[in-house]
């Protein structure tokens, strides 16, 4: 079992930056696929980024391209998302994604664990 907890989420304006971390817990996820995931107030949830086991994969929403950076550091079993240039329409709760394959894509059904999320607000 594998337990995720993501932080770093913030209230930041129009233009400004966020740093969001994952950090697992219980088992090494050293070769898990890891994503995160975002859901804005009446809207379904919508992927960003996803990185395959090793950091030498990455997939971006179109949205985010440019302006968002997802990474990994195996040996502190922790995943990031760097987030510049954030919009308001960013604005969501952010969630990361897990699963024990090495590499997953864009679909949430492909996660099988899952944070609890944290919430990102960028102001006008």
């Known amino acids: 079992q594998v337990q995720l907890r993501e932080s770093g989420g913030g209230l930041v304006q129009a233009g400004g930056s966020l740093r969001l971390s994952c950090a697992a817990s219980?088992?090494?996820?050293?070769?898990?696929?890891m994503a995160w995931f975002r859901q804005a107030p009446g809207k379904e949830r919508e992927f960003v980024a996803a990185?395959?086991?090793?950091?030498?994969?990455?997939a971006y929403a179109d949205s985010v391209k440019g302006r968002f950076t997802i990474s990994r550091d195996n040996a502190e079993n922790t995943a990031h998302l760097q987030m510049i240039s954030l919009k308001p329409e960013d604005t969501a709760v952010y969630s990361c994604?897990?699963?024990?394959?090495?590499?997953?894509?864009?679909?949430?059904?492909?996660?099988?664990?899952w944070g609890q999320g944290t919430q990102v607000t960028v102001s006008a």
């Open positions: 219980g088992r090494t996820f050293i070769s898990y696929a």
């Open positions: 990185i395959n086991w090793n950091g030498g994969t990455t």
């Open positions: 994604a897990a699963d024990r394959s090495p590499n997953r894509g864009q679909s949430p059904y492909e996660y099988e664990y």
